[in-house]
Nanobody
Framework: VQLQASGGGLVQTGGSLRLSCVASGFRSDNYAIGWFRQAPGKEREGVSCFSSDGTIDQLASAKGRFTSSRDNARSTVYLQIDSLKPEDTAVYYC?????????????????WGQGTLVTVSS
């Protein structure tokens, strides 16, 4: 099971980014894929999760600015982040535990990608 996150970068406040998570070694469309972020000095926080049936679970503060989507043909899950704020600065990770349902608890996940850094300048 491997997950490769990409798409991070340095953007100004108000900008947008689309993060990608490419899955390999398993049928990603059969399982939930989660997005988490970890800011310096803070705990890892669940942002969004895309379940196998298309249900999306999101952090309350992420609703309206974060959009998850999935391309099963490419084994890829995307996280679109709009109206970026400095407090969105973090390393963003994608993850799975080979379960179909979503959770935003980091402790529930076993497989993590290497993360992609998002830096939002003010």
């Amino acid at each position: 099971v491997q997950l490769q996150a990409s798409g991070g970068g340095l953007v100004q406040t108000g900008g947008s980014l689309r993060l990608s998570c490419v899955a390999s070694g398993f049928r990603s469309d059969n399982y939930a894929i989660g997005w988490f972020r970890q800011a310096p000095g803070k705990e890892r926080e669940g942002v969004s999760c895309f379940s196998s049936d298309g249900t999306i679970d999101q952090l309350a503060s992420a609703k309206g600015r974060f959009t998850s989507s999935r391309d099963n043909a490419r084994s890829t899950v995307y996280l679109q982040i709009d109206s970026l704020k400095p407090e969105d600065t973090a390393v963003y990770y994608c993850t799975t535990d080979l379960r179909t349902a979503c959770t935003l608890r980091a402790s529930a996940y076993s497989y993590w990608g290497q993360g992609t850094l998002v830096t939002v300048s003010s």
